[in-house]
């Protein structure tokens, strides 16, 4: 008899869990019968990974639907995008990551007549996009992410008007160029990382007049030689991005006027003459020059009283001195600003930055001759809602107390800044918005001390780790007072 029972308990246990199962899958189906316009997207996101084919019959049912992501969906087929025909106002569609997708895909993509975007990016199946010719309203495409796509089709999408190929280690190279030389509505160009692009094939920009946006990054092939007679053309372009191209050292480059977002991060051997010669610069919005490691005073000199800039990057360009500081001293518009990682700059050099009154973000990080008496330099600028001191030893107690009217500050980081005690927190009391703290390393700091936060019921994250006087039960008690905000410790 107890075998019999056994034998029951074995059959019970599966049959149990084909029920739950069952439900589930029953449960899963009536949420797709229920679709509307406003619910669709939330599904998605829900049950993206987990979609199959027949979900997608649901989708489409969907009829006023217009924007429709897939990215990630792994288990469609071409079958299952087939059931998308009949969404006749579909204006998007993104396939990126759909990898058990073939090129028979684009025999239905082709015939989705109101489609103006498409994105198909780290895939396999989108090396000839010669199909999409027939999608008369197609202005925007994205292919990033495929290694494998060397341009095949392009030539024949006239009507695009945003264009993303950017690709590490892509194959796109100069033969994808040649591919892209008659698309002259092109407004914005993304070839980030197709590395294998030279001054053979950059030429063919020079046709693209109507370029405002060109992301270039990592081009390392190409010379003055080649970029010179593109720029010259290029007499729209408003976006540029030339970052990471590290051995261009730029001597004789020609940038274009009246670039308004500039990005030459990490071109390491970048020297002070290309700056100097910037035509239009009063255009300049943004400008990134972080770890441009050859730049000295002199070329920072030359950006002066720019009354557009809002953004301005100078971080781990260790020859700058306080001079380039003084240089700032007229950008009154600048809004964020990355200093970071100088062993130059001094108290002294930050004083010119006190007119900045605009300035919301300032990276300071390990900047290690700045002491507290430097930040007398913010005391007045109140819009300030960012300020990275980490890593910067000699700022003290009487350092933040230059900071305590700052009542708008949400992020303030502090690691390392080892002189800082107890009584230093206490100049954050008034900070009632603050959400990311970092006291690691600030090995003064102690239970003490930490018990002022529990007033800042705004923050989402503190950061204490590495101080050695702090003590398991004292970091609980804060983690209690503070039940929304991550410690890490």
Known sequence: MSLILGYDRLLLTPLALLLVVSAVCVSASARAEDLTLGTVQSWLQENGAKLRDDDLKQVASVSELTDLDLSGCGNLTDNGIAHLLTLSKLKS?????????????FETIRQMKSLEQ????????????????????????????????????LSELRGLIHLDLSCGRGQFGDEGMEQIKDLLALQSLDLD?????TDQGVRHLGRLTDLRTLEMYGLHRITDDGFNPVFSKLKKLRTLSLAFCWWHEGKALQLPGGIRDLDLHESKRLVDETLVRLPEKQSLRSLNLFQCLVLTDVG???????????SLNLGSIRALSDKSLKALAGNVGIVKLNVSDNDNFSD?????????????????????????TGLQAFEKILALTRLNLADCPEVDDAGLEHLRNHVQMRYLYLDNCSKLTDSGLQSLMGMQQLEELTLSGCGEITDDGIQCLEALQSLKYVGLENCPHLTTAGIEQLQQKLPACIIYK
Do not use: M
């Open 348 to 372: 002294h050099g930050l004083s010119y930055l006190s007119e900045l009154k605009a300035l919301r973000d300032i990276d300071l990080w390990h900047c290690s001759q700045i002491t507290g």
């Open 118 to 153: 498409f994105s198909a990016e780290q895939v396999g199946w989108a090396n000839d996009v010669a199909p999409l010719a027939e999608l008369p309203l197609l202005t925007s495409l994205s292919l990033a992410r495929n290694t494998s796509f060397r341009g095949k089709g």
């Open 300 to 310: 920072i000199e030359s950006l002066q009283d720019l009354p557009a800039l809002e």
């Open 93 to 105: 569609l993104d396939l990126s990551s759909c990898r058990r997708l073939t090129p028979k895909v």
């Open 193 to 197: 990382g197709q590395d294998t692009i």
